[in-house]
Nanobody
Framework: QVQLVESGGGLVQAGGSLKLSCAAS?????????MAWYRQAPGKQRELVAA???????NYADSVRGRFTVSRDNAKNTVYLQMNSLKPEDTAVYYC???????????????WGQGTQVTVSS
């Protein structure tokens, strides 16, 4: 029903930048509430990195505030994560999340992307 497709991951040196994109698609989408980026490093729990509401309000993890910027294009159902001043500890698989209202009477539910690897070398 709903697919989230991420792109933009890769290998970068410490201090470098990457931009992640995540596009939501599906004929059953009525609206998308919050969109977010999570990450999971080996041996660690998945954690929230940044989130943005449909009206543009944002929230960041303390560890990335001031370095990462989350934004979205509602017309394209796409969320972005601009990552600057990357550190080796930012290395993780990054997952896109969207809270989607389908064209049904059911409550909104969360959908996840497949994940994209970000590796920061020292």
């Amino acid at each position: 029903q709903v697919q989230l497709v991420e792109s933009g991951g890769g290998l970068v040196q410490a201090g470098g930048s990457l931009k992640l994109s995540c596009a939501a698609s599906g004929s059953s989408i009525f609206s998308i509430n919050a969109m977010a980026w999570y990450r999971q490093a080996p041996g660690k729990q998945r954690e929230l990195v940044a989130a943005v509401t449909s009206t543009g309000s944002t929230n960041y993890a303390d560890s990335v505030r001031g370095r990462f910027t989350v934004s979205r294009d509602n017309a394209k159902n796409t969320v972005y994560l601009q990552m600057n001043s990357l550190k080796p500890e930012d290395t993780a698989v990054y997952y896109c999340n969207a809270n989607v209202q389908l064209r049904t009477w059911y409550a909104p539910r969360d959908y996840w992307g497949q994940g994209t690897q970000v590796t920061v070398s020292s």
